[in-house]
């Protein structure tokens, strides 16, 4: 069972930069692709952004495309979040979670392992 950790969120205000962590244990992470999802209050969990097992593959949702990045170090069991321009709509919690294979999916319905959220509140 693998436990996943977040951190790095906070307040920020837009246009501003928040690099987010999260740290694997229980698990081989270097096995398994890792994805970042976020909740708004009152909107369903969407997916952020994806990254295979190796790092060599990413994908984003259309919404932060060109401003956040995903990367991996499988040395650290981490996997990060860079957010840069950040919006007041990017406000939510994010979550990081665990593939059930080496590659990501875009659907939450495909994780299992979750971690217990990191806030970000970008102010206007």
């Known amino acids: 069972q693998v436990q996943l950790v977040e951190s790095g969120g906070g307040l920020v205000q837009a246009g501003g930069s928040l690099r987010l962590s999260c740290a694997a244990s229980?698990?081989?992470?270097?096995?398994?692709?890792m994805s970042w999802f976020r909740q708004a209050p009152g909107k369903e969990r969407e997916f952020v952004a994806g990254i295979n097992y190796n790092g060599a593959r990413t994908y984003y949702a259309d919404s932060v495309k060109g401003r956040f990045a995903i990367s991996r170090d499988n040395a650290k069991n981490t996997v990060y979040l860079q957010m840069n321009s950040l919006e007041p709509e990017d406000t939510a919690v994010y979550y990081c979670?665990?593939?059930?294979?080496?590659?990501?999916?875009?659907?939450?319905?495909?994780?299992?392992?979750w971690g217990q959220g990191t806030q970000v509140t970008v102010s206007s």
């Open positions: 979670a665990e593939s059930p294979s080496s590659n990501y999916y875009d659907n939450r319905e495909s994780y299992k392992s």
């Open positions: 229980g698990r081989t992470f270097s096995r398994y692709g």
